[in-house]
């Protein structure tokens, strides 16, 4: 008994008393391996495509708005970082329908058994963690790569029905270097891409011209 206790009774007390300690190196080492899945990658570019196509037919139906022309490379690249807020904002109530909350209830549910046994958690229930946490890093996988579809689908639409097309904006007005609707699936997964190297390209812009 004190043999066992010593073997069994410093990892469960370890659990009852900080069990995100014992999980959190597997759990780190278990997002790190995970990858989106076939099927969600198919969707995230499936959602890609269909606001291509939808691009496209608004600018051959000449229901786009006049090109959005700033008046410098900052004001592109502000104006993308909030178009990329926009999107995230419209598409955040949605985001419960998104791969992942039933991955992540279910692990919960696993942690809070297994830390509820008086004796601590059983190696069954670590297992069972295990399992649940490779679901989980497998879900937000496949999350992040549909959500990204979606937003850069929506903003390829917002693109080339309001005319703010990122390639036309820095080359100027009259560069015809490709096609509109192309810049709009351009522009559509620079804004899809999040805010976040949206904001590192302003800062790099604004700080380029002031270091001689």
Do not use: C
Request: no cysteine.
């Amino acid at each position: 008994m004190p043999a066992g206790g010593g073997t069994t009774a410093s990892p469960a007390d370890a659990d009852a008393a900080t069990p995100r300690s014992e999980q959190e190196p597997g759990l780190s080492v278990v997002t790190a391996s995970q990858q989106a899945g076939p099927s969600a990658v198919v969707a995230g570019f499936g959602l890609i495509a269909v606001g291509a196509v939808a691009g496209w037919l608004i600018w051959r139906s000449g229901a786009s708005a006049a090109k959005i022309q700033p008046e410098d490379t900052t004001g592109v690249f502000l104006t993308l970082l909030v178009f990329a807020a926009a999107v995230e904002r419209i598409l955040e109530p949605f985001s419960r329908w998104l791969p992942g909350r039933a991955a992540e209830a279910a692990l919960s549910q696993t942690v809070t058994d297994a830390n509820s046994r008086i004796d601590g958690p059983t190696e069954a229930d670590r297992a069972a963690i295990a399992v649940a946490t490779a679901k989980v890093a497998r879900a937000k996988a496949n999350r992040a790569i549909v959500a990204w579809g979606l937003a850069s689908g929506l903003a390829t639409v917002a693109s080339s029905a309001g005319g703010f097309y990122v390639l036309h904006a820095v080359a100027g007005a009259d560069w015809n270097g490709v096609a509109v609707w192309v810049d709009a699936v351009v522009t559509g997964v620079m804004v899809g891409s999040g805010t976040k190297p949206l904001h590192d390209l302003i800062t790099r812009a604004q700080n380029g011209p002031s270091s001689p």
